[in-house]
Structure formats: structure tokens, C-alpha cells
């Protein structure tokens, strides 16, 4: 139901503004390793998502339940698409959206773009993983380098000279960054960089 989908949504904006207090930022900076902090680090990430198990109530109703908040990004590409077959292969009314503003999936897209590209021309941005081609998320890649003509690049490929990152010889002017960290570190995955250098390079997604 449409009340369904704008409670969460709602409650989604609510508990991302409980998360923007400098007592939050003290709380999480403490507890965070001192070898996973990274220089020029923003006020506040550029992704987020609030992700809600939706489950029937003791009076039969649809309830929701949050599940966790990722400041982090998504499978975006994915589920527009995703989300459009849903639509054309259960027949489903083409009234329905999975959108929350007037945009739809063209203004998702538009929105998308100016967040991982910055202004920067698509081959200069690099989506950034661990061993990207054997990722479960892989279709969200080659979506995304589809849909915004975006290099994908696995870590241990991307050079550094001086303060600056090369991926095929080619320089990387911004990351969309897909590497967790802790993966990174269980996996004693090689890295041509350390993301505590100092780099010349934008983040999406620091």
C-alpha cells in the first residue's frame, strides 16, 4: 500500500537525521579502526539507503521493520531495471512506481549520474571493487557501466604514481567506490593503493 511505502520512507529520512549529530560522528569516529579512516572524508556520504523487512502484524496488516541503514551504495542500476520487468512480466498496472517523486525512472537515472560522474566524463570515473567480474553484484556493474559508460576496475589493476590513480594506463579522475573494506582485509585482496593515501582523486562514495 501507498501509506506502507511513505511511512518507510519517512522513516528512513527521520533515522538518517538522527545519524548527523556531532555526538553521532564522535560516537562512530571512536569505534572505528584507526587504519580504515581516509583522508578528506565528507561531512555526510553521498549514498544511503534505510532497508525495511516488510512483515504481516499480529492484526494481519502489512508492518514494516528496519533491517539496517547503509551509508553506502546500492544495487541502483539493478533495481531500476529490476523493478521496470517486475512491472511488464507480472502484468502489473503501468500507473505503478517504485519511485517516490514525479521523475520516475528517467529523473532516478538523471540523478544517478550527476551523483557518480560529478560532471567528469564517463571514462574518467571508475567503478572501483574487489575481484569485480566474480562479485554476486556483477550485474549491477555491467548495468551500471551500461547505463553510464563508466570503467569497471578491480583494485589490484589500479596503479598509483605519485598522488595520482592509473587503470589501464588511463588516469582515474573519480572513484564510484564498491569496496568494503573488511572484505578487503578477510581477503588479503592485493591493492595498488592504500585508501588512507593522499590522492588526487574525487570519491563517489567515500
Same mark, same amino acid.
Given at each position: 500500500?501507498?501509506?506502507? +511505502?511513505?511511512?518507510?520512507?519517512?522513516?528512513? *529520512?527521520?533515522?538518517?537525521?538522527?545519524?548527523?549529530? @556531532?555526538?553521532?560522528?564522535?560516537?562512530?569516529? /571512536?569505534?572505528?579502526?584507526?587504519?580504515?579512516?581516509?583522508?578528506?572524508?565528507?561531512?555526510?556520504?553521498?549514498?544511503?539507503? +534505510?532497508?525495511?523487512?516488510?512483515?504481516?502484524?499480529?492484526?494481519?496488516?502489512?508492518d514494516?521493520?528496519?533491517?539496517?541503514? @547503509?551509508?553506502?551504495?546500492?544495487?541502483?542500476?539493478?533495481?531500476?531495471?529490476?523493478?521496470? =520487468?517486475?512491472?511488464?512480466?507480472?502484468?502489473? &498496472?503501468?500507473?505503478?512506481?517504485?519511485?517516490?517523486?514525479?521523475?520516475?525512472? &528517467?529523473?532516478?537515472?538523471?540523478?544517478?549520474?550527476?551523483?557518480?560522474?560529478?560532471?567528469?566524463?564517463?571514462?574518467?570515473?571508475?567503478?572501483?571493487?574487489?575481484?569485480?567480474?566474480?562479485?554476486?553484484?556483477?550485474?549491477?556493474?555491467?548495468? =551500471?557501466q551500461? $547505463?553510464?559508460?563508466? *570503467?569497471?576496475? &578491480?583494485? /589490484?589493476?589500479?596503479?598509483? *604514481?605519485? $598522488?595520482?590513480?592509473?587503470?589501464?594506463?588511463?588516469?582515474?579522475?573519480?572513484?564510484?567506490?564498491?569496496?568494503?573494506?573488511?572484505?578487503?582485509?578477510?581477503?588479503?585482496?592485493?591493492?595498488?593503493?592504500?585508501f588512507s593515501?593522499?590522492?588526487?582523486?574525487?570519491?563517489?562514495?567515500?
Amino acid at each position: 500500500p501507498a501509506s506502507l +511505502a511513505n511511512e518507510m520512507a519517512s522513516a528512513g *529520512r527521520e533515522l538518517c537525521a538522527q545519524l548527523q549529530t @556531532q555526538e553521532y560522528r564522535r560516537a562512530s569516529g /571512536a569505534i572505528i579502526p584507526a587504519e580504515f579512516y581516509v583522508p578528506n572524508e565528507p561531512e555526510h556520504p553521498l549514498f544511503v539507503q +534505510a532497508d525495511f523487512g516488510v512483515i504481516r502484524s499480529a492484526g494481519g496488516e502489512w508492518d514494516a521493520k528496519l533491517i539496517e541503514i @547503509q551509508g553506502f551504495p546500492s544495487i541502483y542500476a539493478l533495481q531500476a531495471l529490476l523493478s521496470a =520487468t517486475y512491472r511488464d512480466v507480472y502484468g502489473l &498496472d503501468a500507473n505503478l512506481s517504485s519511485y517516490f517523486n514525479d521523475g520516475g525512472e &528517467d529523473g532516478f537515472i538523471s540523478l544517478f549520474e550527476r551523483a557518480v560522474l560529478n560532471g567528469h566524463r564517463p571514462e574518467d570515473v571508475g567503478l572501483l571493487e574487489i575481484d569485480p567480474y566474480h562479485q554476486k553484484t556483477l550485474p549491477d556493474f555491467l548495468l =551500471t557501466q551500461k $547505463r553510464l559508460g563508466i *570503467r569497471i576496475a &578491480d583494485i /589490484a589493476q589500479v596503479e598509483k *604514481r605519485g $598522488r595520482k590513480l592509473y587503470h589501464d594506463g588511463k588516469p582515474i579522475e573519480r572513484i564510484y567506490n564498491r569496496v568494503v573494506f573488511d572484505e578487503l582485509v578477510k581477503r588479503k585482496y592485493p591493492a595498488g593503493f592504500h585508501f588512507s593515501d593522499e590522492l588526487d582523486v574525487e570519491w563517489a562514495g567515500h
